[in-house]
């Protein structure tokens, strides 16, 4: 037997390498051996990802995002005339949302570099970094009758619905995972976007680091399975959720796919990060390239937010109700009555 889950645990691929299973009798072990629905399955989703990237901005908000590559004075002067003001001279203009979310984004970035006399300070703290620096987030990630988000130490609503599954005793563990910001729709509160800030000098490879992109990870598939369970068609093909993990300057974009099976897929959308110090317009490009980036992923989230209620959204045509039918049938009062129609009244002889 040894040398049966030898072999198997040897032909695994690297991608399968945090699988486990545990072996309830040894009959199991000459079927496990010859068992390769995992390998192939793995194989199978090693496929280019062709369709599936966040698609880039259009070629009218590139060309208005362009507009502020300038140096840290002249972008000053330009936030100073407003968002209605800008790009008058571009012939295809995007949306007004679109300009006035870019200008107060470029706004908070410049604030949180003018505070430190364009030079970040690298020693300062996981907060400095998350409540100045990266506090545009709730900026970009905010459209009245869309999306909201909400930053802080918060837990996630789909995380919580699943650890709570089945529990009867109340413990601490009622909540779900905590994240540093969850982007939620306005319509039924589901979750979209989680971010995870991790601290900037223990490196990408660091154990806090792997943890955290774990944690994450957890929480995107919650935030999926929630959205799934709550639609009345198969979603799994067209249904994305998306993450951040955010370190220092740097940020780590990802998506969650399902694949063919049980597997789900963890996709890296890019890295971007802050420069150190912001005085002329190459750093003011680099700058610009993670507001980008965090743009494209907006445009993503609203895009999916606005699809998700349309696929939850229950049949209305009454197909699903059948004449006679008391399976459904709920009494329209506050407590309910001592019989239903499922459960007839037994009659009982009257005692003198």
């Given at each position: 037997?040894?040398?049966?889950l030898?072999?198997v645990?040897m032909n695994?691929?690297?991608?399968?390498a945090?699988?486990?299973f545990?072996l309830?009798?040894?009959?199991?072990?000459?079927?496990l051996?010859?068992d390769?629905?995992?390998?192939?399955?793995?194989?199978?989703?090693?496929?280019d990802?062709?369709?599936?990237?966040i698609?880039?901005?259009?070629?009218?908000?590139?060309?208005?995002?362009?507009?502020y590559?300038?140096?840290?004075?002249?972008?000053?002067?330009?936030l100073?005339?407003?968002?209605?003001?800008?790009?008058?001279?571009?012939?295809?203009?995007?949306?007004?949302?679109?300009?006035?979310?870019?200008?107060?984004?470029?706004?908070?970035i410049?604030?949180?570099?003018?505070?430190v006399?364009?030079v970040v300070?690298?020693?300062?703290?996981?907060?400095?970094?998350?409540?100045r620096?990266?506090?545009?987030?709730?900026l970009?990630?905010?459209?009245?009758?869309r999306?909201?988000?909400?930053?802080?130490?918060?837990?996630?609503?789909?995380?919580?619905?699943?650890r709570?599954?089945?529990?009867?005793?109340?413990?601490?563990q009622?909540?779900?995972?905590?994240?540093?910001g969850?982007?939620?729709?306005?319509v039924?509160?589901?979750?979209?976007c989680?971010?995870?800030?991790?601290?900037k000098d223990?490196?990408?490879?660091?154990t806090?680091?792997?943890n955290?992109?774990?944690?994450?990870?957890?929480?995107?598939k919650?935030?999926?399975?929630?959205?799934?369970?709550?639609?009345?068609?198969?979603v799994?093909?067209?249904?994305?959720?998306?993450?951040?993990?955010?370190a220092?300057?740097?940020?780590?974009?990802?998506t969650?796919h399902?694949r063919?099976?049980r597997?789900?897929?963890?996709?890296?959308e890019?890295?971007v990060?802050f420069?150190?110090e912001?005085?002329?317009?190459?750093?003011?490009?680099?700058?610009?390239?993670?507001?980008?980036?965090?743009?494209?992923?907006?445009?993503?989230?609203l895009?999916?937010?606005?699809?998700?209620?349309?696929w939850?959204?229950?049949?209305?045509?009454?197909?699903?109700?059948?004449?006679?039918?008391?399976?459904?049938?709920f009494?329209?009062?506050?407590?309910?009555?001592p019989?239903?129609?499922?459960?007839p009244?037994?009659p009982v002889?009257?005692?003198?």
């Amino acid at each position: 037997m040894d040398s049966l889950l030898y072999n198997v645990a040897m032909n695994q691929r690297y991608e399968s390498a945090l699988h486990s299973f545990i072996l309830e009798d040894v009959k199991m072990a000459p079927q496990l051996a010859a068992d390769d629905r995992d390998r192939h399955a793995i194989q199978s989703i090693l496929i280019d990802r062709v369709g599936e990237h966040i698609p880039p901005l259009s070629a009218a908000e590139t060309a208005f995002l362009a507009l502020y590559c300038k140096a840290p004075d002249e972008v000053d002067e330009l936030l100073s005339n407003g968002w209605h003001n800008m790009g008058a001279e571009l012939d295809d203009k995007p949306t007004e949302e679109f300009r006035r979310v870019t200008h107060e984004c470029v706004w908070a970035i410049l604030t949180a570099y003018r505070q430190v006399d364009f030079v970040v300070p690298l020693e300062s703290s996981e907060s400095w970094f998350n409540h100045r620096l990266w506090w545009f987030l709730s900026l970009a990630f905010f459209s009245p009758h869309r999306v909201k988000n909400q930053p802080g130490e918060i837990a996630s609503q789909a995380s919580q619905h699943r650890r709570n599954e089945g529990r009867t005793l109340d413990s601490r563990q009622l909540t779900g995972h905590k994240a540093d910001g969850l982007v939620y729709g306005t319509v039924k509160r589901l979750e979209y976007c989680v971010m995870e800030m991790a601290k900037k000098d223990q490196g990408q490879t660091a154990t806090k680091a792997l943890n955290d992109t774990r944690k994450l990870a957890k929480t995107m598939k919650d935030m999926r399975d929630e959205i799934r369970k709550l639609a009345t068609a198969d979603v799994s093909n067209c249904l994305v959720v998306y993450g951040m993990r955010i370190a220092g300057l740097t940020a780590n974009l990802y998506t969650l796919h399902q694949r063919p099976g049980r597997f789900s897929q963890l996709c890296s959308e890019g890295s971007v990060s802050f420069p150190v110090e912001w005085r002329d317009e190459a750093a003011t490009s680099l700058l610009l390239a993670v507001l980008a980036k965090v743009l494209t992923m907006r445009k993503a989230i609203l895009a999916m937010a606005g699809q998700v209620p349309g696929w939850i959204r229950p049949p209305l045509d009454g197909s699903t109700l059948e004449q006679g039918d008391n399976s459904n049938w709920f009494p329209a009062t506050l407590a309910s009555p001592p019989y239903t129609p499922s459960q007839p009244a037994t009659p009982v002889e009257d005692t003198p």
